[in-house]
């Protein structure tokens, strides 16, 4: 008969409790649930509907009680006898004669040889222990491997040494490693507006600020600002269509891309523009309009670079929206990379496609492992 391993993932010590032969569970009046799952969610049907309406949030794994009983009697046989590791205050006792103990002894008995326990009460007190630890158990029988809590644990006594137990764990999964399940980053699109708005509106105030004591000097740089402000306007009519859903955002962006390019050149154009124009200037001007036209120029350079480099930045975090559909969320088990790769993308060499998408730095992953396949592209 399979063994039953029950064991600590988390915390400092790893406790473990392998139950086998008359220790396992009784199973003749009622069979355990294990490995059952429940579907979050409701079903509705509206009046005068013949079809109901789903929705559903998730899955969950079903709880699982277990019950049996512990003998003394049958723990002096090694293939009945539960293992204990990890759990403080148990040591070494010599086997004494059953009809030798006493209540006392019972309660300071410790564990034979290899950790195996010799009473009922050093069970009890092992899995008591487990449930006060507060940490993530892995239950382990045959094939069968769930992670999860003891939720309770319930000893029904006959004497010191025959006890009926009750055992009920709740599960949080096959798995301890939560899939990481990449997302999307989605368009903001009215943060994005406001952010495109106010640095144009900085361009513009140093831009008109040039205009009170340096006239000819704006009406040099007139052409580039006004290449950079109708670019501004495509961008901003384009997230404005966005905005009120009148365009998705799927088609809107490689469209968008473009925009933010156009704006970032003909930031950087006006930049160039103020510098070159500087030798041309001739309008004469006295000591405090030349401070303020110097002052104005050096602030309109400063935000078009500002606003030029803000947009290659908004570029780039655009060119990310761009992942891939997710095909399949698959663990690992005995596979390796190059089989799910054969599976999903007819060529073993694609391996290193998903090692790249999912973070993996090697090839050699723990059968645990939740690899996401994304689609070719």
Do not use: H
Request: glycine share 8%; charged share 20%; aromatic share 8%.
């Amino acid at each position: 008969m399979l063994e039953i391993v029950i064991e600590e993932v988390t915390g400092p010590l790893l406790r473990k409790i392998i139950l086998r032969g008359q220790s396992l569970p009784e199973t003749k009046d009622e069979r355990p649930v294990l490995g059952g799952t429940t579907a979050r969610g409701k079903v509705n049907t509206p009046p005068g509907n013949t079809q109901a309406d789903i929705a559903l949030s998730s899955a969950v794994w079903q709880g699982t009680t277990l019950q049996g009983r512990w003998s003394d009697r049958f723990m002096w046989d090694d293939r009945n006898a539960p293992t204990l590791f990890g759990f403080d205050g148990i040591g070494a006792l010599p086997r004494l004669p059953q009809n030798t103990r006493n209540a006392s002894t019972a309660a300071s008995a410790a564990t034979g040889f290899g950790g195996r326990a010799q009473t009922s009460l050093q069970v009890v007190q092992a899995f008591q222990t487990l449930c006060r630890g507060l940490q993530t158990l892995r239950f382990t029988w045959g094939p069968l491997s769930y992670y999860g809590i003891l939720r309770e644990f319930t000893p029904r006594w006959k004497t010191l040494e025959d006890v009926l137990w009750e055992a009920r764990f709740e599960w949080t999964g096959d798995s301890i490693v939560p899939p990481k399940i990449k997302t999307p980053k989605r368009i903001e699109a009215a943060g994005l507006l406001s952010f495109i708005k106010g640095l144009f509106d900085a361009v513009a105030s140093a831009f008109q600020l040039l205009g009170l004591p340096a006239r000819l000097y704006q009406q040099i740089l007139k052409g580039s600002f006004d290449a950079l402000a109708a670019a501004v306007a495509s961008m901003l009519e384009s997230l404005q269509k966005l905005v009120i859903g009148a365009m998705s955002p799927t088609n809107l962006l490689d469209d968008l891309r473009a925009a933010l390019l156009r704006i970032k050149l003909a930031a950087q154009d006006l930049a160039r523009a103020v510098t070159a124009a500087v030798p041309q200037f001739k309008e004469p001007l006295g000591p405090r309009d030349s401070a303020d036209a110097d002052y104005a120029l050096l602030g309109l350079s400063r935000e078009a670079e500002r606003m030029a480099g803000a947009m290659a930045e908004r570029e780039r975090e655009l060119a990310a929206l761009a992942v891939p559909e997710i095909l399949a969320a698959v663990v690992l088990g005995t596979r390796d990379l190059r089989d799910i790769s054969t599976d999903y993308y007819g060529d073993p060499a694609d391996w290193i496609r998903l090692m790249q998408y999912n973070g993996f730095t090697s090839s050699n992953l723990p059968p645990e492992t939740i690899v996401l396949v994304p689609a070719k592209t």
